[in-house]
């Protein structure tokens, strides 16, 4: 496990044992920042309001270049920002990182595929197959998007890791390879 990981599981259980956020947001950490980024690591989320990913890894501004997305499904623009915060910000960590109760995740379950939500959950469909247990669901798409980043990255020398924050406890899971 990389330093980089090691530091947002610490920051993790921090921020589930507290439920406090400690991130610098002050006025000399904008001064700081404002004329240049160097985020530790990337994570690709879930737009879910309830998976606010500075809170859970207890960071402040200019140290987690977070990238949203329903489902957090990795499309084109997934992988071009992804590319962007490891070529131009040199970040070295990639995070995809469900949660538990995805609303994206339990739709393509329950096969909405119609009309522009269809983009997500047709794509979320895909990675699960035939699961029908919204957590190994949850899981099985972390995966796909652990291994649609590992593609686009082709052997860049970056660390890749699936992750699920547990909406109740707070917690985050480091997935296996």
């Known amino acids: 496990m990389n330093e980089t ?3 947002l599981i610490e920051a993790n259980r921090a921020y589930a044992e507290s439920g406090g956020f400690c991130g610098n947001v002050s006025e000399k950490r904008r001064e700081e920042t404002a004329s240049a980024q160097k985020p530790y690591a990337v994570i690709v989320t879930c737009s879910d309001s309830r998976v606010i990913p500075e809170a859970i890894f207890s960071a402040g501004i200019g140290e987690l270049f977070v990238i949203r997305t329903a489902g957090n499904v990795i499309g084109a623009s ?4 992804i590319l ?7 970040t070295d960590t990639v995070v995809i990182l469900g949660h538990t109760c995805c609303g994206a995740v339990n739709a ?3 096969g909405e595929f119609e009309g522009a939500v269809g983009v997500v959950t047709k794509r979320i469909k895909n990675a699960v197959g035939d699961e029908t247990d919204p957590y190994r669901a949850c899981v099985k798409n972390v995966r796909q ?3 649609d980043a590992e593609e686009a990255l082709c052997g ?3 660390t890749v890791v699936g992750a699920i924050y547990d909406i ?3 917690k985050v899971a480091i997935l296996d390879n």
Request: positive net charge.
């Open 145 to 147: 998007g652990v291994a």
């Open 5 to 7: 990981l090691m530091r």
């Open 108 to 110: 393509a379950l329950h």
């Open 78 to 81: 997934e992988t071009a920002s």
């Open 168 to 170: 109740q406890s707070g």
């Open 156 to 158: 860049a020398g970056v």
């Open 84 to 90: 962007y915060a490891v070529r131009h910000l040199h």
